[in-house]
């Protein structure tokens, strides 16, 4: 798991330092659109919608969006449809690559997706063509500093809560879960008075990719654009990321 930890880190502190705003709210409000559409307009009765909603929360989006969200897919007020899909290709060195995304044009999310790829020496495949090399799991992230207890006392509550396994960072507990669980346990670990960093569904891969450094910092760049295409909602990959990896970019 721990070169989905590192990039999950990096990825987090990119966010905190360079997010849009009003491009992360869009993402959000597609988020919650599908799930209340999935589940229904109601978070206490549907675990997705409620993730979504705490999510947002998150990120800080302001009430009034998120409940215009839920009112646009329950039918009380006019909306684009949206679509879920998923692309799957190679990026550079033959790194695996997931991207999830929520469009009203799937024409012209496939064409900016497929550019992305082209640009940085990737190529996006039929779908199916790495999906098996990931497995969808729950991930949940306290930080260490947010805790009075103790490693072992946190891997415990997790394991009661029903989680499958935890990863230690320097700086956080990394708990992983069947995906269907995720909600159970986030709620069996709050009654504790445990709060989340992060608390979502993810891929993660089997097995991860080693590149050199070249390819690696032009897997970055096709993260970045991917993840800057309005549509885009997750990119999932394999690339093994290390201290030395980085330095050498």
Known sequence: ?????????IQRRKNAQDAKRGKIFMKMAKEIYVAAKQGGGDPDMNPSLRL??????????PNENIDRAI???????????????????????GVAVMVEV???????????????????????GENGCVGFMFNRKGYLVIEKESVDEDE???????????????????KTYEIYTD?????????????????????????????????????????????????DIEDVQEVYHNLEVDENLMEQI
């Open 1 to 9: 798991m721990a070169g989905h930890s590192k990039w999950k880190n």
């Open 52 to 61: 979504a909603v705490e999510k947002a929360k998150s990120n800080n989006m």
């Open 71 to 93: 009112k646009k897919a329950t039918g009380d007020l006019d909306g684009a449809q949206y679509e879920e899909l998923t692309y799957e290709g190679y990026g550079p060195g």
């Open 102 to 124: 929520l469009t009203d044009n799937k024409n012209r999310t496939a064409s900016e997706v497929r550019y992305a790829f082209n640009k940085n020496g990737g190529n996006l």
């Open 152 to 170: 072992d006392t946190v891997m415990l509550e997790a394991i009661e809560a029903g989680a499958d396994e935890m990863e230690t960072t320097e």
């Open 179 to 227: 995906a269907d669980n995720l909600s159970e346990v986030k709620e069996n670990l709050e009654a504790n008075e445990i709060r989340f960093d992060t608390a979502e569904i993810t891929m993660i891969p089997e097995t991860y990719s080693a590149v050199q450094a070249k390819d690696a910092k032009k897997m970055f760049h096709l993260i970045d654009m991917l993840e």
